[in-house]
């Protein structure tokens, strides 16, 4: 019969020694960025990490596919998380439209959107013919009347085709508020300048999807690159569906385009 | 109503885009346009004297040089008030964005105030060349400055003194068209704005500045001279009054058309701008601004122009009709800047707008950026005379 040694193999110091270095190295485990690298994330926008990145020639689309958005507010949400908007302002939006057999439009938006459309309205007297969501953000215009009326260059449209704002040079005079005819900017009223949606451009830059994009759960929002025949933005724009802009006749030609929009969409 | 009850306002359900509910120009931007229209109306005045040689314009040639300078020094007080960074409001002076009508302001503001500083400085020089004699310390050493230390009254330096005057008037009436037909297209120049949109805001814009430059003339110098015990010159009130009718009547009669062009065009969002000025603005533009503001003026111009009337009647008139034209141009421009804005975008709906009394734009601070120029005023007189002593014997 084997007798056990009861008497441990480790002297006193190697044991302290041990739990010294697994102290250091759980504390290093601890503190390492591990995964808040962004680039740990798995490329979502195909083409950015592994190619040097050509600002000049980029031409990123934003799709809104109205038929499959459920008014969640999920968009609204990670929106606010990203970019910790104050109360009452929104650069994102989720509007609820109804329709009456009468023709007549019932639009409303509470909180933005940010709670989600879980109640039905109920203040509306006639049967309906329709109804559905649409979501707004900056329609990244190509003539975009924020920029032209900028005063500082502040606002700017960038070489790959993001309209931006440099918060550093922005004097908050509203100007740009003002000519936006989708109303997608608000002067922060912690930082006094000027803020919008950026369809995420810190993000696109580093290959991930608007954040909006990513927790979409239906898909109502694409996000892609022109310049990649593969993405799904490529290929609806390619295809015969139709597509519309907002506001058409301002002459500001969006890059945001809508998928089923009825024609009461403003 | 029509915009309520017919087909046309199917749209409107009272949809307000959730950032367009926050009024972001308010009363400092009201006040601004009315600040330069002050200036530019003032100095339309003494253009008609110094270049076109009205003589029945000259108790009031040099006030209305004063007074002008007065408010354009605080034209710009509004603006740093309304801004969110005021801080970086030279941003706007050393790197200016030629796409953008705002980014023109500093050059132009600064123009105007130059000429207008110097067409004073030279207006003045006699007056200034004699109280300098007359005066001692620190204002002396003033006179001196704003001499440049030059005593020469000789006829030919005051020729020469009549034609640079000339010249800078003559450069001023462009320039002062320019610095309010450019506050006007500040707002004609954005279409997301219906009310706004139109090429007839700058014209509109000058046209009530002039009328409320001249109403503030008429109506600051008969208080000022009454106060003091002073005689009023009532060919020159006259004068101005004729000047004010002419100016009026363009002023109201391009305000009207821009509404009867939405109305009977009935383009793009003009149920929206019917919808405005028959629901929020009803009270302010239809009430305020034509009825009480546009239409008993214009009858008290028209009894002045076609009637005759004892000449304390007449300047009784003068400054009762001066001070509703005067609250007429203010309500004007209450009614373009915070009554477009009133109209959300999603063009379904309106916001509201309720003026504080303690916000950095609000009624208080209204108060006193209107009294400030005043205060400038006072001091100005106390350096610059505004009365030339042969008025009192020209009087009538």
């Not at chain 1, 994102?92 to 439209?97: A, K, S």
């Not at chain 1, 049967?127 to 190509?142: A, G, Q, W």
């Not at chain 2, 710009?76 to 969110?84: D, S």
């Not at chain 2, 005057?165 to 707002?187: E, K, M, N, S, T």
Request: charged share 15%; aromatic share 12%.
């Amino acid at each position: 019969m084997k007798i056990l040694d009861p008497s441990p193999k480790m002297n006193r110091r190697s044991f302290v020694k041990n739990v010294l270095n697994g102290t250091i190295a759980g504390s290093l485990y601890l503190v390492w960025p591990m995964g808040g690298d962004s680039l740990e994330i798995p490329e979502q926008i195909p083409g950015i990490r592994d190619t040097a990145y050509d600002i000049h020639n980029q031409a990123f689309v934003f799709i809104v596919d109205i038929t499959r958005c459920i008014g969640c507010g999920s968009c609204c949400v990670a929106d606010k998380r990203e970019y910790n908007v104050p109360d009452g302002n929104y650069r994102t939006w989720v509007e609820r439209y109804v329709k009456g057999f009468s023709d007549q439009i019932y639009v409303d938006c509470p909180n933005g959107g940010l709670d989600g459309y879980q109640h039905p309205r109920t203040d509306i007297d006639e049967d309906i013919r329709d109804t559905f969501f649409v979501p707004k953000l900056c329609n990244m215009c190509r003539e975009a009347p924020c920029v032209q009326v900028c005063p500082v260059g502040a606002t700017f449209i960038s070489p790959d085709g993001f309209v931006l704002v440099d918060e550093k040079r922005c004097v908050g005079c509203a100007y740009c508020i003002q000519a936006c005819p989708y109303s997608v900017r608000f002067l922060n009223p912690v930082t006094r300048v000027v803020e919008k949606c950026t369809w995420c451009y810190h993000r696109v830059r580093k290959g991930l999807l608007p954040a909006c994009v990513e927790v979409c759960p239906t898909g109502a929002r694409k996000f892609g690159s022109m310049r990649d025949d593969t993405s799904e933005v490529y290929n609806i724009l390619k295809g015969p569906g139709v597509l519309t802009v907002l506001k058409k006749e301002m002459g500001t030609w969006p890059a945001l385009y809508y998928k089923g929009a009825r024609r009461e969409v403003v | 109503m029509d915009a309520v009850n017919g087909t046309a306002t199917m749209l409107i359900s009272n949809y307000v885009f959730p950032n367009d509910l926050h009024v972001h120009w308010s009363m400092m931007i009201v006040l601004y346009p009315y600040i330069t229209g002050l200036v530019d109306g003032a100095f339309i005045i003494a253009a008609l004297y110094y270049l076109f040689d009205i003589k029945s314009l000259k108790p009031l040639a040099r006030f209305s040089l004063l007074f002008a300078l007065a408010f354009l020094c605080c034209a710009t007080l509004p603006l740093l008030l309304h801004l969110g960074r005021p801080e970086r409001n030279l941003n706007m002076l050393l790197t200016p964005s030629p796409s953008s009508a705002m980014a023109g302001f500093g050059y132009i503001y600064a123009v105007s105030m130059g000429v207008l500083v110097f067409i004073v400085l030279f207006v003045y020089r006699p007056d200034l060349v004699v109280l300098r004699d007359t005066s001692k310390g620190l204002l002396k050493l003033l006179y001196r400055a704003i001499t440049f230390d030059s005593r020469d009254l000789s006829t030919y330096s005051l020729a020469l003194d009549r034609k640079i005057i000339r010249f800078l008037v003559g450069i001023g009436i462009p320039i002062a068209a320019v610095l309010h037909g450019y506050v006007g297209f500040i707002f004609g120049g954005v279409k997301a704005i219906p009310t706004w949109s139109t090429p007839l805001m700058p014209v509109i814009f000058l046209f009530s500045a002039c009328l409320s430059g001249i109403s503030a003339i008429i109506l600051a110098y008969i208080v000022i001279r009454k106060i003091t015990g002073r005689s009023i010159d009532s060919d020159c009130i006259k004068t101005c009054i004729k000047t004010l009718t002419l100016f009026f009547i363009l002023a109201f009669a391009f305000e009207m058309l821009e509404v009867f062009s939405h109305s009977y065009l009935k383009s793009g969002y003009h149920h929206m701008v019917e919808g405005l000025l028959n629901g929020p603005l009803a009270s302010s533009f239809w009430l305020w601004q034509v009825k009480i503001c546009s239409v008993i003026p214009l009858v008290i111009l028209g009894v002045m122009a076609f009637f005759r009337m004892g000449r304390a009647m007449y300047h009784f008139w003068a400054a009762v009709v001066s001070a509703i034209l005067l609250l007429q141009v203010l309500i004007m421009r209450w009614n373009v800047v915070i009554g477009g804005q009133l109209m959300s975008k999603s063009a379904r709906g309106y916001t509201e707008f309720h003026p504080q009394w303690f916000d950095k734009e609000g009624i208080l601070a209204v108060i006193i950026v209107m009294a400030i120029p005043f205060m400038i005023l006072f001091v100005l007189s106390r350096i610059f005379p505004f009365w030339t002593p042969d008025n009192e014997t020209t009087v009538t």
